[in-house]
């Protein structure tokens, strides 16, 4: 139950389209209900109009999620529950924030007729850097849309011809399993490292004109240490898991970038699994090449996981027990 007290601030907001108020609202006031969870205040509604009741702060701030979310509905967007939870927490960062801006900016339409569109600013920014510069870090933690964003990113590209391939590139390192008690030859031992990368080319296009694309080489996978001595030319390259690259490894992979290609590396710096000693092929980059013109380094936080919303309370969790970890490691 939410209490409220005297200095409580209230405010009402006519949307004056019932049809808008209707699907703005929700099944039986699904999405109101959401936004009094995510605030912590109260919101009644009668006919188009809505009141909002809570601290001054966060009454202001769901006056401008619910115009921003008609402004949506207005342009045809189908609104669904996480959107409204991504939709906080944009404006929660900055409530100047025009969501038409995000949610509208359309990078790919999937073979599933799924609209891809940015879900954070930061993601945002990502996909700005992508189309701006020819090599592109995405670093942060799991969930946040990395690698799913880059695919979409790419099979846009490849569709408006502005390369010929799309190169998909993971190092095969052990997390903890044994690459060689894996059954089969060298390309079945590694084929689950690359499995990830796969899962993303087919929702991106259906499972039939994927692997038609494998086939005639328009869309190759590939383990890393398969790029030495190669010069890829006219082509969209993703690194994945860049944080289990070595310094020569790195290194390797951005001199193979040739004419008209551009390269997007991903990795999560939190999830290195390189032998104890070995510096972090991604993590040395991100510093050697700071400045370097044509290249952007976009950081990724937990308030920009996209999946499962336990997923960011999980990845938060483990921020908290690594800083925990940390301090008590600089006070001994």
């Known amino acids: 139950m939410l209490f409220l007290n005297d200095s409580d601030s209230s405010l009402t907001l006519d949307l004056l389209d019932p049809d808008i108020t209707t699907r703005?609202?929700?099944r039986q006031n699904r999405h109101l209900k959401q936004v009094e969870r995510l605030l912590?205040?109260?919101?009644?509604?009668?006919?188009t109009s809505l009141h909002f009741r809570g601290e001054e702060h966060q009454v202001a701030l769901a006056r401008r999620l619910f115009e921003e979310?008609?402004?949506?509905?207005?342009?045809?967007?189908?609104?669904?529950p996480p959107d409204i939870d991504y939709a906080v927490r944009i404006l929660s960062s900055d409530s100047s924030t025009r969501l038409k801006d995000?949610?509208?900016d359309t990078i790919y339409v999937s073979a599933r007729k799924k609209v891809i569109t940015p879900k954070s600013l930061a993601q945002k920014t990502y996909i700005d850097a992508i189309r701006e510069h020819d090599v592109v870090f995405g670093v942060g933690p799991a969930g946040t849309g990395k690698t799913y964003l880059a695919m979409a990113m790419a099979v846009a590209s490849l569709a408006r011809k502005e390369v010929s391939r799309i190169i998909l590139v993971r190092p095969a390192v052990e997390a903890g399993e044994k690459l060689g008690f894996l059954p089969g030859d060298i390309a079945e031992k590694v084929n689950p490292y690359l499995r990830p990368l796969y899962d993303a080319l087919y929702d991106m296009v259906d499972l039939t004109r994927g692997q038609e694309m494998v086939e005639q080489g328009i869309v190759e996978v590939a383990p890393l240490a398969f790029m030495r001595g190669r010069t890829l030319n006219d082509a969209f390259v993703i690194l994945d898991e860049a944080q289990n690259t070595?310094?020569?490894?790195?290194?390797?992979?951005?001199?193979?970038?040739?004419?008209?290609s551009r390269a997007v590396v991903t990795g999560d710096a939190t999830q290195i699994d390189l032998p104890s000693g070995r510096t972090s092929g991604l993590l040395e980059a991100m510093d050697v090449l700071r400045g370097v013109p044509g290249i952007a380094v976009i950081r990724f936080s937990d308030r920009d996981v996209v999946r499962h919303p336990i997923v960011q309370s999980i990845v938060q969790a483990y921020d908290r027990r690594g800083r925990k970890k940390h301090a008590e490691t600089e006070a001994s």
């Open 246 to 260: 070595t310094s020569e490894q790195m290194k390797m992979f951005l001199t193979r970038l040739g004419f008209g």
């Open 69 to 80: 979310l008609a402004g949506l509905l207005r342009e045809g967007y189908p609104l669904y």
């Open 24 to 26: 703005l609202l929700g």
């Open 40 to 47: 912590g205040l109260r919101i009644g509604s009668k006919g």
């Open 102 to 104: 995000i949610f509208l």
